[in-house]
């Protein structure tokens, strides 16, 4: 049973680099794509890119100067950062497993707030 | 970018009634590329349909997908009460990947 679990602060200051972390209980990293998506409050979703064990990674080009995604292999996890950081980055951040079959995501996590306040 | 637009924004329906959403891409999407999830409030999205029409792993035989080219359908044949929630329709015919804005069916 595959389960993904967001952590990291709750509150980034704008211009500031946000860090998220997404551990994965359950097959190894080694395999699938992993993803960060985000939701705004009261709106809807926002793919902002994945990253592969290999380390290839892709980005949504409306975040991509900003966006780094890493995997660490040792530690069953994958990492998020997004710089610069202002009040519409605001939003919930869910890590998930994108299934190739299915070009969908079939496992998600619940979901971390994140706040960009001064 | 593929656009993906969902209408209505908002369903108002009764439990028992049927519901048709929409979503319709700016161009053309693989049947394979398009998907369907529901969200409900303070949850994280679950995956419904994929590939236009095959159902995930156990989902409800009322929740069904249609559709091709720039035109796609999420049906619920019968409303039971806990399928009020919002729908999101996705695509990954080509990169980025993009959802819709979400079509929200509430309880009339």
């Known amino acids: 049973q595959v389960q993904l679990q967001e952590s990291g602060p709750g509150l980034v200051k704008p211009s500031e680099t946000l860090s998220l972390t997404c551990a994965v209980s359950?097959?190894?990293?080694?395999?699938?794509?992993w993803n960060w998506i985000r939701q705004p409050p009261g709106k809807g979703l926002e793919w902002i890119g994945y990253?592969?064990?290999?380390?290839?990674?892709n980005y949504n080009p409306s975040l991509k100067s900003r966006v780094t995604m890493s995997v660490d292999t040792s530690k069953n996890q994958f990492s998020l950062k997004l710089s610069s950081v202002t009040a519409a980055d605001t939003a919930v951040y869910f890590c998930a497993k994108y299934n190739s079959d299915y070009k969908a995501f079939d496992i998600w996590g619940q979901g971390t707030m994140v706040t960009v306040s001064s | 970018e593929i656009v993906l637009t969902q209408s209505p924004g908002t369903l108002s329906l009764s439990p028992g009634e049927g519901a048709t959403l929409s979503c319709r891409a700016s161009q053309s999407v693989t049947s394979n590329s398009l998907a369907w999830y529901q969200q409900k409030p303070g949850q994280a999205p679950r995956l419904l349909i994929y590939a236009t029409s095959s159902r995930a792993t156990g989902v409800a035989d009322r929740f069904s997908g249609s559709g091709s080219g720039t035109d796609f359908t999420l049906t619920i044949s019968t409303l039971e009460p806990e399928d009020f929630a919002v729908y999101y329709c996705q695509q990954y015919s080509s990169s980025p990947l993009t959802f819709g804005g979400g079509t929200k069916v509430e309880i009339k």
């Open positions: 359950g097959p190894s990293i080694s395999s699938y794509y």
């Open positions: 990253i592969y064990h290999s380390g290839s990674s």
